[in-house]
């Protein structure tokens, strides 16, 4: 943060740092961005189901929500958002908002995790000069067999 003061705050930033879609896989593909929906459940033990299913809605409405994608750094998860005074004043939340046309889920599996450490370390070995492309892929492929044998399917 000190840094970035340093160097001139917000417009150092919007000077020098920018802001995409994860590129698509295949030519001609759709560009994305990847988000993490919550899901919030009430087990059927629960003394106050009404409670905590009004606790669950007054927490999910666009204003909590917009607080967050704030404080976070996070795009909001719902379009009304944008109509909040605090999201229309993010200049990077307003401008990033289109993103969310092209936001898919993270896939709900048990091995989503080693795959994504796996292929993360990859990419940044790759773009840090450490890996070639060609290497990168290797590193993925050796990593997925190794730690999910069966459970990944390499072509």
Do not use: C
């Not at 993490?36 to 299913?53: C, F, R, T, V």
């Not at 004043?89 to 990033?96: G, K, P």
């Not at 993270?106 to 450490?117: A, E, F, I």
């Amino acid at each position: 943060e000190i840094y970035l003061k340093e160097q001139g705050g917000e417009a150092y930033m919007w000077e020098n740092f920018g802001f995409a879609l994860i590129p698509a896989a295949e030519k001609g593909g759709k560009p994305n961005s990847l988000t993490h929906p919550l899901a919030y459940l009430i087990s059927s033990q629960s003394k106050y189901p009404d409670l905590a299913l009004a606790l669950i809605a007054k927490v999910t409405n666009y204003g909590p929500n917009t607080r967050h994608a704030i404080a976070s750094t996070h795009l909001g998860i719902l379009k009304n958002q944008t109509e909040y005074k605090f999201y229309k004043v993010s200049r990077l939340l307003s401008e990033t908002l289109y993103m969310l046309d092209y936001t898919t889920f993270l896939p709900n599996n048990p091995y989503w995790g080693s795959y994504s450490t796996i292929t993360y370390e990859a990419l940044a070995a790759a773009v840090g000069g450490e890996f070639t492309p060609e290497q990168a892929v290797d590193f993925v492929v050796d990593g997925l067999q190794r730690e999910l044998g069966d459970k990944v399917i390499i072509r």
